[in-house]
Each structure stands twice: as C-alpha cells, then as structure tokens.
C-alpha cells in the first residue's frame, strides 16, 4: 500500500466522483485531507465520517472553487487546520450532458465552462504554490480529460478547458521544478460517477462506452484515484510535467 503518512492534502471537488474517491484513498493512504464542496453539504459530512475513520483529519470546507477568492480561503482554511500543504489535486469540474453546437452556444455557457473548469484550476494553484515554494517541495495533480487531447464535437468549449489544462500542467511542470514541486495530470475517459451516468445508464449510453472503450466499459472513480495517489505518491519522485491517460485505451497518445 502507498503510504501518504504525515502528508496534507487538499482535494478540490472532493464531495462526489473522482474526488471523493480520491479523499477516501488518501485518507487509508495516511494522509490529512482537506476537501471544499459547494452545494453538497450532506454528502460531503458522510464523507468526512467515512474517510476519517482511517485515523486521519479530513474536513470539508464549504467553496465554489470557480471564486478567486473563495480559493485563498480555502487554501488558507488548509493551512490553518492541516499545518502545511504537500499535495494539491485541483478536480472540481463541470460536463454539460445536452450537446451544444457551437453556433447555440452562449457567451454565458462558454464563460461558465472556463470558471468552473480553468480558471478554478489556475486560481486554487495561485495561491497553494507560495506555500509549497516556502517548504521546497510539493505535489500538484490536475485532472483533465480524454477531451482535451482529442477534442470533443458539441461539447466543445468542455475539450477547450480540459485541452487548456493539459498545456498548464506541463508549463508549470518546467516552471516549478526548480522547487522541488511537480505537476502532472491525469486525464480519464468515460467513468461512470453522478455526472455522467444520466448518458451511461441509457441503453445507447451503454452501447456507446462498449464501443468506442476497448475494455468494454466506463471506468469506476476508483480507478481514476488510484492513478492520483500514484502521482502524490514517492514512486513518482522523478515524473514531472506528464499526461496520465487512464481511459481504458480509448484515446491512445503519448
């Protein structure tokens, strides 16, 4: 088992899917976690008792991560509670399930799409790299997405925010290396998590996923974290500025 002891964490969408999934294998890894929700509020105390019973702190704070603000108070509140902060996965993000062309798409839907998807990215790493900078080291895990290496028809402005991830994560790779803090995505296919099971648990849904997956099936969140707390994780000590495609060998790039 990878071992995160004495390690502290921040999780960005931390109350459902792949980020929960996340705060409950770093909590059994040893890790304090912290985790913002937005609307969630229930959900995320089931996964405050859940996750904790590993012995570890793991609390929630209540942030829309798409808010300059909200995030320096949430990497604060992180600070504060957790003493210090050595891993960073910025996850909260948004898939619009209705197909969007782009001559229909609104001013409003495409700046939504960048706020809660890019801009929560870049504003939430802004104010957690002074911190990690100060102690000479630190881990940074953004979550992209198949989309963003391929791109995705009617879903554009969605593959334009995870395609601008992709291109951050290895900028600041080179950027922050000199820190001892490295940076490196993972970028996951079709999973079957609360926003997008609505299209997975059609039938053409299904149909869908067994086609175009060669596994013959959308991955669980669980097997989108395990890659997270591999890349936190001190076998991946000299790995910096790469793409971690786990999809199932849906998209195939280097």
């Known amino acids: 088992m990878?071992?995160?002891?004495?390690?502290?964490a921040l999780i960005t969408g931390g109350s459902r899917g792949i980020g929960a999934a996340a705060v409950k294998l770093f909590a059994q890894a040893g890790a304090d976690v912290m985790f913002n929700y937005?609307?969630?509020?229930?959900?995320?105390?089931?996964?405050?008792?859940?996750?904790?019973r590993h012995g570890t702190r793991v609390e929630a704070f209540k942030a829309d991560v798409g808010r300059h603000a909200d995030n320096k108070k949430l990497v604060e509140q992180t600070i504060a509670r957790l003493g210090r902060l050595d891993i960073l996965v910025a996850n909260a993000g948004v898939w619009?399930?209705?197909?969007?062309?782009?001559?229909?798409?609104t001013e409003a839907?495409?700046?939504?799409?960048?706020?809660?998807?890019?801009?929560?990215?870049y504003s939430?790493?802004?104010f957690a790299?002074?911190?990690m900078i100060k102690q000479k080291s630190g881990r940074i895990i953004p979550i992209s997405s198949t989309a963003g290496q391929r791109g995705e028809s009617f879903h554009t402005h969605y593959g334009a925010s995870k395609g601008a991830i992709i291109s951050f994560t290895k900028g600041l790779a080179t950027e922050l290396a000199r820190h001892?803090?490295?940076?490196?995505?993972?970028?996951?296919?079709w999973v079957a998590t609360d926003m997008s099971n609505p299209v997975l648990a059609t039938k053409a849904g299904a149909?869908?996923?067994?086609?175009?997956?060669?596994?013959g099936r959308p991955a669980t969140a669980e097997e989108i974290a395990g890659p997270i707390l591999f890349l936190a994780s001190d076998l991946a000590n000299f790995l910096t500025g790469e793409i971690i495609n786990v999809n199932g060998g849906s998209v195939l790039c280097g």
Not at 40 to 48: F, T, Y
């Open 96 to 105: 619009n399930i209705e197909d969007l062309p782009i001559e229909k798409m």
């Open 207 to 215: 149909k869908m996923a067994a086609s175009v997956i060669p596994m």
């Open 38 to 52: 937005n609307k969630a509020k229930e959900a995320a105390s089931e996964l405050e008792k859940e996750a904790g």
């Open 109 to 121: 839907q495409w700046d939504e799409m960048m706020r809660v998807n890019l801009k929560s990215v």
């Open 180 to 189: 001892n803090i490295l940076v490196n995505s993972v970028a996951p296919g």
């Open 129 to 131: 790299v002074p911190h």
């Open 2 to 8: 990878i071992s995160l002891a004495g390690k502290a």
């Open 124 to 126: 939430i790493i802004h």
